[in-house]
């Protein structure tokens, strides 16, 4: 009998093939939990990630990350003004 692993949607490390939960980062394996999971936190959290790596690895991307936000911000409130409805929605975000 071969026995599959069961490689988690979330950060790609092979579990046991009958793991209900990742061995590396905890979240759940079956189906259920991976139709319940909020895909834009995953994002995000990854996101989180590689910009704090990134501050850390040079504090001035810090600077370039807050004037982005702020210039996304400034589109995002024109995109309003104006009613432009493809910038409009941002989904997940806390
Ligand atoms: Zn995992």
Same mark, same amino acid.
């Given at each position: ?5 069961i490689v988690? #949607?979330?950060?790609? &490390?092979?579990?046991?093939?009958? /793991? ?6 905890? %979240?759940? %394996? ?5 139709? $319940? ?7 995000? =959290? ?5 910009? &704090?790596?990134?501050i850390e690895?040079?504090? =001035? @991307?810090?600077? %370039? %990350? @807050?004037? /982005? ?5 400034? $589109? =995002?409130?024109? /995109?309003?003004? $104006? ?5 409009? #929605? @941002? &989904?997940?975000?806390?």
């Open positions: 009998m071969v026995v599959t692993p988690c #949607p979330w950060c790609n &490390t092979k579990n046991d093939f009958d /793991a209900k939960f990742c061995n590396d980062c905890s %979240l759940g %394996l079956d189906e259920k939990s991976i139709m $319940d999971y909020d895909h834009q936190k995953v994002e995000n =959290r990854k996101l989180g990630d590689i910009e &704090t790596h990134l690895a040079d504090p =001035r @991307i810090k600077n %370039l %990350l @807050i004037s /982005a936000v702020q210039k996304v911000a400034v $589109d =995002r409130s024109k /995109a309003i003004e $104006d009613n432009n409805k493809e910038l409009i #929605p @941002i &989904t997940g975000y806390c």
